[in-house]
Structure formats: structure tokens, C-alpha cells
């Protein structure tokens, strides 16, 4: 970690501290920010997860996009590793496949910011466990 070399640098610290805590105070209200998981199992993180992970982070928090992006655990789409989804406030969850981390640039820019569907979906097979 580098060193703080200025009372200004701490108050910046403590800010970007208090909004990234904002954050994730909102994350179990789904309907008020950008959702994304990242499947970080086995099989993910030897596809490349973790990469996709740190950039959807520094990405979004760059272009000013408040979102909370978290990891899970397998989603059962190992074929498709890294997978990763992601829920819109007032949209269904969608899941994408085969990311890298310029699949993920092209998600920040055309999914999350304009809303346009893009190659990647993978499809979803039911609606609820109850619909099994």
C-alpha cells in the first residue's frame, strides 16, 4: 500500500471509503443498483474470473457506475467459464458467457450503459426452483 503523503490524500481515501460502503449498504435492495456476480469457482478462476473481477470493479468505478460487483460461487455453466451476471435494477437477471475482460468492457458499455443485448447470453432453462 502506498504511503499518504497529505491531509488531502486521506480525506480522499475516507470518501472513496464512505462510497464504496454506500455501496454495499444498498446491496440487499437489488432494486437500487447495478448487481454483478462473478462465478468464482474452480473452474472460473482457472478461465480467467479473477481477471474479469478486478476489471468490472476498477472499470465501473472509473466510469462513475454505481454497481456492487461481488463473487459467488459455481452457477453451473462451467463450459462457459467466466461466467458472470448481472441484474439491472428493474430487469431480470442475465448471465453471460465466455467473458474476458474485453467481453466485459463491451457489457459496461453497451449492456449496462445503453441496454442493449448482446452475444453472450447464456439462456436461462427455468424460472424458479419451485417451476423444476
Known sequence: MAKVKSFDELKKIGQDLKTKMSALSNKNHPDSIIQI??????????????????YMRDELE???????????????????EPTIEVTIPGKEPITFGYVTTKKADEIIE???RKGELIEGVIPSNYQTIESI
Open 37 to 54: 456476480k462473478v462465478a468464482m469457482a474452480t473452474c472460473g478462476v482457472a478461465s480467467g474470473a479473477r481477471a474479469v473481477l478486478e
Open 110 to 112: 453497451r449492456y449496462i
Open 62 to 80: 472509473k466510469r462513475s457506475i454505481p454497481a456492487l460487483v461481488t463473487q459467488t460461487g459455481c452457477m453451473c455453466y462451467c463450459y462457459a
